[in-house]
């Protein structure tokens, strides 16, 4: 029975590796398994597990998330703020690569959606980048790489979505990534303040000229609405998290609000991009779900074979300390991210290891962060980093995929170190919760 649940997992592993749905593998090979080792009484509960998915609040934040990040993409907000931001970093070497990293992180924080901000900022950005005489390497890797900090700066799709499967509170995951998605936007800063040291003609400044025209026909209070408005969305979300004014699902909703009136005044919002935003976030959500109903029935089976049970005597009988596993877990998470999506990590791979963890006493606050560092440079890591994608499809003619490639490898080796780092100090992601903690008392 053991060996049966672990058969099944490489099952579902090689078929999706051969391009089958995610949803319907996991939900298929769940109702094979249950009509072979189960009785009827397998589908009672796997009903009663859909429903407690379905009675779930927290799982509400993930739709209202995709609808905040929606909007502001297909309202202009965010290539507004791409536009301002690079003309005031632009006097300076590197201040356009500047400008996409700090942009990055605020599309991060008021979107969430790794998609929508790499090709906003691939359109936007990479043909001024070029135009300006920046090395493709360097403009391609700081865009793919800016735009994957969705992964860890709440809120974050993932972040909802690890405190789900690993069963921890979202809003502990918000306050503890803060800090550590803050600093890899340091980190990248740092590497292009390097770059434009030691190779200045790869990070050219822009010249005075564009500038000057720049600021001749932009208002005053125009560069106040560009960054003050997207600022006090990012603020309203996240600190009613933080200070415990609202769930992470009620700042949520007022997020999605807030997207949406901030739009209006805009100028930037209309039936039609509604309608047209609505659509797809429901298309976004039911892929979400299609894979976390599969995922679920999947998780029964493997429980139901004790394939846990399995694993977690494999793992007693090798004498694996706890930070072997760890570093054990992150390893195959980074080598699965070469090969599968981020969703697909979280709900099949995850819930396996869930039960070690607390057998072994790991802090699941701790794992969650690294886990969604993790699956953040899995964005990045040819040869399925949906990041290296999305920039691909919007890329001009003379952009190669090698350039796109060998752009991320600096920012892949950053946040790997970074990875090192917290697992060295776990405490790090606490400083920020501790501050709240005292504030809150």
């Known amino acids: 029975m053991e060996s049966a649940g ?7 592993i090689v078929l999706i590796l051969f ?8 939900g298929g090979i769940s109702i094979i398994a249950g009509l072979i080792f189960f009785d009827v009484d397998f589908f009672y509960l796997v009903s009663l597990r859909i429903f407690g998915i379905m009675n779930n ?3 509400l934040a993930v739709p209202l998330f995709i609808f905040m990040g929606l909007t502001l993409e297909k309202s202009g907000i965010a290539e507004k703020l791409l536009d301002t931001m690079a003309i005031l970093f632009g006097k300076i070497r590197g201040g356009l690569a ?3 990293i700090i942009v990055g992180g605020m599309l991060a924080a008021s979107t969430g959606i790794v998609g929508a901000t790499v090709v906003t900022m691939g359109l936007i950005s990479l043909p001024t980048m070029l135009k300006r005489g920046y090395d493709k390497k360097i403009a391609t890797g700081v865009i793919a790489s800016s735009g994957t900090l969705g992964q860890i700066i709440p809120p974050s ?3 909802v979505l690890l405190g789900s499967v690993l069963n921890i509170s979202v809003g502990d995951l918000f306050t503890s990534a803060l800090l550590p998605g803050l600093t890899l936007v340091f980190l990248y800063t740092i590497y292009i303040w390097l770059i434009s040291i030691i190779k200045p003609k790869m990070v050219p400044a822009m010249p005075e000229k564009e500038i000057k025209k720049f600021k001749k026909d932009t208002t005053t209070l125009e560069l106040i609405k560009t960054f003050i408005l997207p600022f006090v969305l990012i603020f309203s979300v996240l600190g009613s998290i933080f200070f415990g004014i609202a769930s992470p699902t009620e700042a949520a909703g007022i997020g999605a609000f807030g997207a949406l009136v901030l739009s209006y005044f805009e100028g930037g919002l209309n039936i039609k991009k509604i309608d047209t935003i609505s659509l797809d976030t429901m298309k976004l959500t039911s892929i979400v779900f299609m894979i976390l109903l599969g995922a679920t029935s999947f998780s029964l089976v493997f429980r139901g074979l ?5 694993i977690i005597d494999l793992i007693y009988a090798s004498n694996l300390s706890p930070e072997m596993f760890t570093i054990l877990v992150l390893i195959i998470v980074f080598v699965a991210g070469f090969f599968i999506d981020f969703i697909e990590i979280i709900f099949i791979i995850v819930p396996v290891i869930t039960p070690i963890l607390i057998a072994l006493n ?7 962060i690294m886990l969604a560092i993790n699956l953040q ?10 990041s290296l994608f999305y920039l691909k499809s919007v890329s001009p003619k003379g952009v190669k995929t090698t350039d796109i490639y060998m752009g991320i490898i600096p920012f892949v080796v950053i946040q790997l170190i970074f990875l090192v780092f917290l697992f060295l100090n776990p405490d790090f992601i606490y400083v920020i919760p501790d501050i709240l903690k005292s504030y809150n008392s």
């Open 157 to 159: 799709v993932v972040l």
């Open 377 to 386: 440079t899995s964005f990045l890591t040819p040869p399925f980093g949906f």
């Open 6 to 12: 672990l058969f099944l997992f490489l099952i579902v």
């Open 57 to 59: 609040f927290v799982l």
């Open 306 to 310: 004790e394939g846990d049970k399995f």
């Open 362 to 368: 790991i802090d699941l606050l701790w794992i969650g």
């Open 98 to 100: 500047y400008s996409v």
């Open 19 to 26: 391009g089958y749905p995610v949803g319907l593998t996991l």
